[in-house]
């Protein structure tokens, strides 16, 4: 699976616990509770999106920034052609009896940078299926009054091992 799959496939499980949580009236990008919280809430629900099975394409969409969509090549990040490129990622997804846990942590404030807006960073680790830990650093950025992910990097390290810190780390190594 290329790494543009694992982040299509991360952000589908997002929707669905996104589509779970507004079905409960609650939005998890939206204007109340503390920026942390409501940063904190986005990551959890993108990166649920992205580990479970039952996420919607169009919550997926909307987690995003535009130039984070998986059509941003195709036809700069539009949400109609982002909602086609998960349906067509999702449509061989295997659905799971276990849910995964998502926890995110190390979140901290972040400036803007020559190719990245001013935000907040995150480390997201996933639980799923066995003892082995994964992780993501996530970059998100307000748009709107809602927290979306502007850039999706898969950690370099085992979330469990404590060295260093990982958010830099992966960043440096992207950069």
């Excluded at 990040?77 to 998502?102: E, H, K, M, W």
């Excluded at 901290?108 to 003892?131: C, F, H, M, S, Y």
Aim: net charge neutral; charged share 15%.
């Amino acid at each position: 699976m290329t790494p543009r799959q694992r982040t299509l496939t991360a952000t589908v499980a997002a929707c669905a616990v996104l589509g779970t949580l507004s079905a409960c009236g609650s939005d998890p990008t939206g204007p109340s509770g503390t920026p942390a919280e409501r940063a904190t809430s986005a990551a959890t629900a993108y990166v649920s999106g992205l580990a479970n099975p039952t996420a919607s394409p169009e919550t997926m969409c909307e987690l995003e920034t535009t130039t984070n969509r998986p059509n941003i090549p195709d036809d700069g990040g539009t949400l109609a052609g982002c909602i086609t490129a998960y349906q067509n990622a999702f449509r061989d997804r295997v659905l799971s009896a276990a849910p995964a846990t998502v926890t995110v942590g190390r979140l901290r404030d972040v400036p803007a940078t020559a190719t990245q807006p001013a935000g907040k960073e995150a480390l997201v680790t996933v639980q799923k299926n066995g003892p082995t830990p994964w992780g993501y650093v996530l970059r998100l950025t307000e748009q709107d009054g809602h927290w979306r992910v502007a850039r999706l990097d898969k950690a370099g390290y085992a979330p469990a091992e404590p060295a260093g810190n990982p958010v830099a780390q992966t960043l440096e190594r992207a950069a």
